[in-house]
């Protein structure tokens, strides 16, 4: 039988693929966010009972047309909450991050495929607006 890596041996790749969606979302880098989303992937939200589903195209889209935080001055803010392995190739990674004015947390689905480790699901939630 041979060895799996363990999640701990993969973290520091799973970890890098934070980091990209945390510049990309800082930079409103979309090159970026194509690196670390894969192109099915869907987001999505919850506001006063109301299920709002994106596919990760139309959200691209709203990010590539906004000032980005890094334009206007805005130091990244962001952090890791807590990472879930469900396997040696698929886990949930609980972020929070600041956007302009806005505060996020995120519960981004990553799995290991053939081109790395890739959100293929995204479910957020605005937390506070400064």
């Given at each position: 039988?041979?060895?799996k890596p363990s999640p701990m041996t993969r973290e520091p790749d799973?970890?890098?693929a934070v980091d990209v969606y945390f510049r990309a979302l800082h930079a409103c880098d979309v090159t970026l966010l194509d690196s670390v989303f894969h192109p099915a992937s869907t987001l999505f939200d919850v506001d006063e009972?109301?299920?709002?589903v994106d596919p990760y195209p139309a959200w691209r889209e709203v990010v590539?047309?906004?000032p980005s935080p890094a334009s206007v001055g805005q130091?990244?803010?962001?952090e890791i909450v807590s990472v879930a392995w469900?396997?040696?190739a698929a886990a949930t990674v609980h972020v929070r991050?600041?956007?302009l004015q806005s505060v996020f947390v995120d519960h981004l689905s990553f799995v290991d495929g053939p081109d790395g480790w890739q959100i293929v699901n995204k479910v957020w939630h605005l937390e506070s607006t400064l």
């Amino acid at each position: 039988m041979a060895c799996k890596p363990s999640p701990m041996t993969r973290e520091p790749d799973l970890l890098a693929a934070v980091d990209v969606y945390f510049r990309a979302l800082h930079a409103c880098d979309v090159t970026l966010l194509d690196s670390v989303f894969h192109p099915a992937s869907t987001l999505f939200d919850v506001d006063e009972g109301v299920v709002t589903v994106d596919p990760y195209p139309a959200w691209r889209e709203v990010v590539a047309n906004r000032p980005s935080p890094a334009s206007v001055g805005q130091e990244r803010l962001d952090e890791i909450v807590s990472v879930a392995w469900l396997s040696d190739a698929a886990a949930t990674v609980h972020v929070r991050l600041r956007v302009l004015q806005s505060v996020f947390v995120d519960h981004l689905s990553f799995v290991d495929g053939p081109d790395g480790w890739q959100i293929v699901n995204k479910v957020w939630h605005l937390e506070s607006t400064l």
